[in-house]
DNA sequence: ACATTTTCTTAATCTGCATTAAGTTTTTCT
DNA sequence: AGAAAAACTTAATGCAGATTAAGAAAATGT
């Protein structure tokens, strides 16, 4: 039997960088020995499905940032249940922010939903970049002021919508999440069981 | 009858920017005229218990920043129900950042609690200090940052812990807001009725 | 000082969502 | 392909917290 051959395999890989550098050229513009910098940096990951890349107690020693996959950000209540904060499809950072601005253990646990890859940078070399390249303190202060932003609304919308009105959002706000999540981590951001969410889908649905 | 006199009154006034500066202190430090061009894009404000800084649908303009006093911003429900999503007390600053960062309409409304004073900048001198003096991107990065980890956690909390719990955490988090805010500012912000925080703290208690 | 408004309390009733449990379908692993 | 695990569904029962209502206490305005 034939076989068609192989690709040859590298053994070096090109680190997929464009996704982030040109989300961060939106805000900053670099040279070319800035944007070596910065790339030095970071550090690239494989990770499977359901591999936990931040686990709850830890310290928080790095941001990762989605390239490929999804990511979730979530902690467990003292039952064992499960609550998600955040979701990271690429193009996405995520972390425990409280656990890597204060360095104290996080509350946060952060895996994959799929198998993903991402690039990350440590702390320490964060710290190092902002100083040495102060541009960098305006992309990540869009950054966060966005997440502000976004954090600010949820917490309305968890205050005053019920778990309907909670589901259409977040169906309106991330309709390509709505597609790829199982149905149990979008019953889990939104607050509800996944049987209610279940029933609630199913009898709400006029057939 | 006799009169004490009073104290000339002064048709110009001392702006009280020291609470403000040394918070600013903390993570910057400003040249003389620095802290001067900074000064001169401040204004003050003083506000009378429920007057209203910012009306739902407006378009944020100003970031207010609190010296005396306490301010809150709430959403208010289809069913005509406030829901605070934040208090702020001297040294905090507030505004509906999603609508001062897109320039949209406001979900967000502003008032105070009691009689305050406020410093705060007009939105296109927020720009122009950013763009004039790069070392504000540094703090109010810091500021973004800091609010943001808040955010991350009061979201977790919401999702997992009871009204009780909820109730605890605000103690403990902020326990001097506890004994100035009235006991129904307090409910909408963990996210229950008076009636029912009512209920919780009188029937908890052991007698 | 008194009238008005706002806040707090109590209690009865109601409901949105949780819990439990068991069965079914889909996905994942080997 | 077949077994195991994970995700989804359905239904009965339970409960934390909402709603409604009405009175008491406290704060506020004039």
């Known amino acids: 039997m034939w076989h068609r051959p192989r690709k040859p395999v590298l053994h070096y890989f090109t680190m997929d960088h464009t996704l982030l ?7 900053i513009s670099l040279e070319k020995e800035e944007e070596a910098y910065f790339v030095s940096l970071l ?8 591999q936990l890349l931040l686990e709850e107690g830890e310290i928080n020693s790095k941001l990762n940032y989605v390239t490929e996959g999804c990511l979730r950000s979530y902690a467990v209540d003292k039952n064992g249940f499960e609550h998600v904060l955040q979701f990271a499809p690429p193009g996405w950072w995520i972390a425990d922010m409280h656990s ?4 104290k253990p ?12 991402i690039i990350f940078m440590l702390k320490p070399d964060f710290d190092a970049l902002l100083l040495r390249m102060p541009k960098f303190e305006h992309y990540f202060r869009i950054l966060a002021q966005n997440a502000l932003a976004t954090y600010q609304y949820r917490q ?12 259409a959002n977040f169906c309106q706000l991330y309709p390509s999440l709505i597609r790829s999540l199982p149905q149990k981590q979008v019953a889990s951001y939104i607050g509800v069981t996944p049987e209610f969410l279940s029933k609630m889908l199913n009898t709400m649905i006029i057939k």
Chains 1, 2 share one sequence.
Request: net charge positive; aromatic share 2%.
């Open 100 to 103: 890597i601005l204060t360095q």
């Open 156 to 167: 309305i919308d968890h205050l005053s919508l019920s778990a309907m009105e909670r589901y």
């Open 106 to 117: 996080a509350r946060l646990n952060i895996d994959a939903i799929e198998d993903s890859e």
């Open 21 to 27: 550098l040109s989300g961060i050229a939106k805000h």
């Open 43 to 50: 550090h690239q990951k494989k990770v499977r499905k359901k």
